[in-house]
Nanobody, 125 residues
Framework: QVQLMESGGGSVQAGGSMNLSCTAS????????MGWFRQASGKERERVAT????????RYADSVEGRFSISRDTVKNTLYLRMNDLRPEDTAIYYC??????????????????WGQGTEVTVTS
């Protein structure tokens, strides 16, 4: 049984930084894509960043490019998101998600089979 558990959310002032973590269990990291998505109140879910099992071809949403950094420890089966220069528009529930893969990651969240419970990030101005 696959489980994804996020941690690290909270509240921060605009311009600040925050780290998120997601630990996966029940998966083979060599054959598993992982990514971060977010959903703000009243808005559609948005892909933030994805990282395939070979740790290459990382993809970021235009809205976070240059500010957020995704990384992954395949030994610990843990995905990270470093968020810098946070803005009020980054306020959302952040979800860790994954799907079986040998090479790349889907960009569409509907293609992801596994989801964490979400962690709330609030950026105040």
């Amino acid at each position: 049984q696959v489980q994804l558990m996020e941690s690290g959310g909270g509240s921060v002032q605009a311009g600040g930084s925050m780290n998120l973590s997601c630990t996966a269990s029940g998966v083979d990291a060599r054959r598993y894509c992982m990514g971060w998505f977010r959903q703000a109140s009243g808005k559609e879910r948005e892909r933030v960043a994805t990282m395939p099992p070979d740790l290459t071809n990382v993809r970021y949403a235009d809205s976070v490019e240059g500010r957020f950094s995704i990384s992954r420890d395949t030994v610990k089966n843990t995905l990270y998101l470093r968020m810098n220069d946070l803005r009020p528009e980054d306020t959302a529930i952040y979800y860790c998600a994954g799907h079986a893969s040998v090479f790349g990651c889907y960009l569409d969240g509907f293609r992801y089979s596994d989801w964490g419970q979400g962690t709330e990030v609030t950026v105040t101005s």
